[in-house]
């Protein structure tokens, strides 16, 4: 696992999608990734100091600092016509500071989801997950055709 990666930031990624798949089209899209940040906090507001002072980079620190303060957007405003159970999740998934984010174990048991979801029959990872190959390394057309071969051994799988 790379340090200081967290189930957090996956819960980040996963709130993302959903608010992706609430609107059609990405949430925080920026060109890079200051521009990204200032869509991220004209969405979320500033961060409190308590969230401040969980963030390690000075600079990090010090450049959110000197933004002017920004108030939430209600997640109902951005997403009118969605699921509240929904949208409190989201709340929850897309929360600044990753200490108060949503747990995966509490996201997979919440409200939205219970129709998905079983205590029973959640299979756990053994061992963090790990690639036989380095797919950074691979051109672009083996990585197609190799993504390609698994879909189709996954839906053969899936028919059988």
């Known amino acids: 696992m790379l340090e200081g990666y967290t189930k957090s930031i996956d819960i980040w990624s996963v709130g993302c999608i959903l608010a992706e798949m609430l609107s059609n089209r990405p949430i925080f899209p920026g060109k890079h990734y200051l521009d990204q940040l200032n869509h991220i906090l004209g969405i ?5 100091q308590e969230d401040l002072n969980c963030i390690i980079n000075i600079k990090a620190r010090n450049y959110l600092l000197s933004l002017p303060l920004r108030c939430k957007v209600p997640w109902n405003r951005l997403f009118p016509n969605a699921d509240p159970k929904a949208l409190d999740l989201l709340d929850k998934m897309l929360t600044f500071n990753p ?11 919440h409200p939205y989801l219970e129709q998905y979801y079983d205590p029973t029959d959640e299979p756990v990872a053994e061992a963090p997950f790990k690639f036989d190959m380095e797919l950074d390394d691979l051109p672009k057309e083996t990585l197609k055709e190799l993504i390609f071969e698994e ?4 839906n053969t799988v899936c028919r059988s």
């Open 99 to 109: 200490h108060k984010r949503i747990e995966v174990e509490e996201a997979l048991a």
């Open 151 to 154: 879909t189709a051994r996954f």
């Open 44 to 48: 979320l507001g500033s961060p409190s």
